[in-house]
Every structure is written in C-alpha cells, then in structure tokens.
C-alpha cells in the first residue's frame, strides 16, 4: 500500500463536479416496501426547508462548523419539533411515540455544504439530559443503494427510512477520521497495527462496493476497550458518491491525501504478506455475507440495473480502469455501475474460492 502514488508518480485524488441527486424511483420504492425501509412521516425535508433566516453554529474554538440554525416562525417551529419527535420514533422504535414521551427537540442544523443539505437534529431526554442525533436529508436514491451496500456488505448495521424525497438517517457513533489523526492517531495506549489492518479491510470494502470520496472527514473511527487492548472500526458515514464517479482511484481511500496518516501508518507497521492477508480476511467476510444475504442483494442488483445513476462516460472510465487494476477483461462487459459491483463481487468469490 503505498501512499498517493500510481506507478511510482504522485497521485492526489481530486473530485471535480457535484455529483446529481437522484430520485427515488417506483422499483426502488418497491424494494424499500419490502424490506421494511419505508415509512409514512408527518413532516418532509421540504417542510424543515421552510425557514426565513440562518445563523452560523460556531464551535467551543470560535470556528465556523460548516452548519447553521435555522430560524422559524414560532407556529412553525412548533408543528416541526413535534414531527420530528414522531420522526424519531419511526426510526427508533417502529413508531412507537412511548420512547419520546419525555423528550424534547433542543437544536436543529443545517448543511448547506454536502450534496444531500442535511439537517441534523440534536433530541434530549428531559428526565436524564441524554441526548440523540439524527439527520433529515433529500433522498438521493444513489445514497440510498450505498446505504443498503453498506447494510448487506459490511459488517456495520444501518438504519434509516424513507418517504417520498425524504430521508431520514440514524446517527452513527464515533470519532471523525480527520479528528482521530489530529490527537489520537499516536496514543501510546493504542496498537498502530490494529488501526492499519482496519484501514486495510476499509479500503477493500469500498474497492468492492464502490463507495467513493472516503476522506477522512467522511468516515469515523470507533473505538472499542477489549479486555487486553483496543479494537478498532472504521465506518463510512458519508454515501453521496456511491458509483457515481469514473475514477477507480476515487473508490480507494488510500489515494486521498487526507488519508496519509493512516497510509503510514499501513507502510510503517504492515508487511505486503500482512495486507494481503487482512485483504483476504474482509474478502471471505463479505463472501460469508453476500451468500447470507443473496435474495436481497439479487433485489437491490434488479432495481438498480434499471435505473441512471451515473453517465456513460464514467461507466466506461470504471469499466476499463477495473479491468486494468484486476487483469480481468470480463469487466469491459459492464453496461452499469450495478454491473462492475457484480464483477468484483464475483471476483471476490473466485478469490476466495481459489
């Protein structure tokens, strides 16, 4: 693994356009029926979009976070905190409103920066101050295949739900990959070659799943005490560039200059033998879990094969780019991103196998 790169030249991966929003079609709806990740709302992302003014969110360093408070009229605000309390309890308890009985909505936030303009609800347990995040969004029917990628492929659960061209997404835990490199990356208490492996086994998940633009500030790093050491998950938490873009090198976070530190570290305390095992170990996992999961990802290829979700021209790039990286000129047959997904995952398999 080495560190921007490709043939021995430096490489700094760039994304050049915003990618489209997709919507959500009737065969994906369908799929979304089925699999239990629709639900009916009393409030849209259009409604939290009805606000007149914003304020900045400034961190406890005085600098600006990147989200603002919207500001509605009090009538207003009103009907929309208690949708969002009804939100909450679609997604974390199947509607049961019991779980918000002594909750309250405390901060709403915006995010005129990413493709999906998130809105990020803070929600507190008036009886504890225990608080919750989730997050409304646009439903962008690429980011939801990622996101059921993510559910079938990985090993992280994820939970969402959707209605019309809203979508609405549980908070995942954890410390930002930019973060974690800033302070923690070099903590004595921490074995370096723990965190390398799970930036190995990353990086091969989204190679296979086409999960792209994992820089830092777009996955998290969790951190579990083991009774002897420290284990450690990277989980993407970002899937607007799902197999969108025409670059391969896009799908591989080792090629993102915000990622070097975690590069390094792979090249400072793994050997090829060592990577090429830890490729092998997430290889046989996602195996393990396409077999478990074969009727739903069958599903999940029917509904997105039909549709557009991406160009031609990034199709091809992809097509000839994996074909190179591979050695494997089966994947010129590709039509759609759906297809190349299919060819890596069987090459997976083969792997496996052989």
């Given at each position: 693994?080495?560190?921007g790169k490709i043939n021995g030249e430096a490489y700094d991966v760039r994304i050049s356009k915003k990618k489209p929003i997709y919507p959500v079609t009737s065969g994906l709806r369908k799929y979304l029926r089925t699999y239990q990740r629709d639900a009916r709302m009393p409030i849209s992302?259009?409604?939290?979009?009805?606000?007149?003014?914003?304020?900045?969110?400034?961190?406890?360093?005085g600098k600006d976070t990147l989200w603002e408070t919207p500001l509605y009229p009090p009538h207003v605000q009103e009907n929309l905190y208690n949708g969002l309390k009804i939100l909450y309890a679609k997604l974390k308890a199947s509607g049961n409103t019991r779980i918000v009985e002594h909750k309250y909505i405390d901060r709403v936030e915006y995010c005129a920066f990413g493709n999906s303009h998130p809105f990020r609800i803070r929600i507190v347990n008036r009886l504890n101050d225990v608080y919750?995040?989730?997050?409304?969004?646009?439903?962008?029917?690429?980011?939801i295949y990622g996101l059921e990628l993510e559910q079938i492929i990985s090993p992280n659960p994820v939970n969402y739900i959707v209605d019309g061209q809203t979508l609405v997404e549980e908070h995942i835990v954890g410390i930002p990959g930019d973060v974690f490199t800033q302070s923690l990356i070099n903590n004595p208490d921490y074995n370096p070659k723990r965190i390398a492996k799970e930036f190995v086994k990353f990086n091969e998940r989204c190679m296979i799943t086409l999960l792209g633009d994992m820089r830092a500030y777009n996955f998290v790093v969790q951190i579990t005490p083991d009774f002897d050491d420290f284990q450690f998950r990277i989980r993407a938490i970002d899937f607007d560039q799902q197999f969108y873009e025409g670059n391969p090198k896009i799908y591989m976070p080792q090629f993102f200059k915000d990622n070097l530190a975690y590069v390094q570290l792979c090249m400072e305390h793994l050997t090829a033998t060592t990577v090429l095992q830890y490729q092998q170990e997430e290889r046989s996992s996602i195996v393990h879990r396409v077999r478990s999961e074969r009727h739903r990802i069958a599903a999940l290829r029917d509904v997105s094969n039909t549709e557009e979700l991406s160009t031609?021209?990034?199709?091809?790039?992809?097509?000839?780019?994996?074909?190179?990286?591979?050695?494997?000129?089966?994947?010129?047959?590709?039509r759609t991103m759906t297809d190349i997904i299919e060819m890596n995952v069987k090459n997976v398999i083969r792997q496996v196998k052989s």
């Open positions: 693994m080495e560190a992302y259009a409604d939290l979009m009805e606000f007149y003014e914003t304020s900045p969110v400034i961190d406890k360093n919750d995040y989730f997050y409304v969004k646009q439903a962008d029917a690429s980011r031609a021209v990034h199709v091809k790039q992809l097509r000839e780019g994996y074909a190179d990286f591979y050695r494997n000129e089966h994947y010129f047959g590709c």
